[in-house]
């Protein structure tokens, strides 16, 4: 079955350090990518997403994510965290037929 | 458009009630999905629909629970009876084409807080 991991549960951070969050998914066949962000109280919003093409796409607010596909990973970069990016991350996997499939997520702390 | 619509917000009830939660999706959108988010479980896929038609219900935890999409701007998830574990934020979502191609991504709504007592 298909199935998406997400290395950290939670990270805490000081303002102005880098960041990476890793994301694993097991599938065989091609995939869309993507990284959604959920701020404390609220819905899910996408934050990148990569269809095909430059494995390196950028996001909003600073976010790029690189997609490796011999290594089934779609990790999450930022060079400089804010206070304002604490939130929840999640990874997300879509497959032909149009599953959606959600990782774990990972809680980031963004300290000031 | 605005957006993908969830309702209740909030919702309390005691256990062995029955509760509908409802949404909306977007206007065009062929793909609907529900998810269960807890803390211990994270971001769980309970069903999703194509053209109103349930595709995979593997997430769905027990028979207790049922989804419903009868047209193309309705769909609930059913929960008969409730229980306590079943608190948690449930969110719908939606999205454009079952192809691997650009702006088929999902759309979140804004979630139905459940809490049984």
């Known amino acids: 079955a298909q199935s998406v991991s997400q290395h950290n549960h939670h990270v805490i951070l000081s303002e102005a350090a880098s960041l990476e969050l890793g994301c694993n998914y097991s599938?065989?066949?091609?995939?869309?990518l993507f990284w959604y962000v959920q701020y404390p109280g609220q819905h899910l919003q996408l934050l990148l997403k990569?269809?095909?093409?430059?494995?390196l796409v950028k996001g909003i607010k600073g976010f790029e994510a690189e997609f490796i596909k011999s290594k089934f990973s779609f990790n999450l970069r930022k060079p400089s965290v804010q206070w304002s990016d604490t939130a929840e991350y999640f990874c997300?996997?879509?497959?032909?037929?149009?599953?959606?499939?959600f990782g774990q997520g990972t809680e980031l702390s963004v300290k000031p | 458009d605005a957006g993908v619509i969830q309702s209740p917000r909030h919702e309390v009830t005691e256990m062995g009630q029955e509760v509908t939660l409802r949404c909306k999706p977007i206007?065009?959108?062929?793909?609907l999905f529900w998810y269960r988010q807890t803390m211990m479980r994270g971001l769980e896929l309970l069903i999703y629909?194509?053209?109103?038609?349930?595709?995979?219900d593997s997430g769905m935890p027990e028979d207790r629970f049922s989804a419903k999409m009868p047209n193309a701007s309705f769909s609930t998830l059913k929960i008969q009876p409730s229980e306590p574990r079943d608190s948690a934020v449930y969110f719908c979502?939606?999205?454009?084409?079952?192809?691997?191609?650009?702006?088929?991504?999902?759309?979140f709504g804004q979630g139905t807080r459940l809490t049984v007592v």
């Open positions: 629909f194509n053209n109103n038609v349930p595709i995979d």
């Open positions: 206007s065009g959108h062929d793909y």
């Open positions: 997300a996997v879509k497959v032909w037929g149009g599953k959606l499939i």
């Open positions: 979502a939606s999205s454009r084409g079952q192809a691997l191609t650009k702006n088929t991504e999902a759309f």
């Open positions: 990569y269809f095909s093409g430059d494995p």
């Open positions: 599938y065989g066949g091609t995939v869309n």
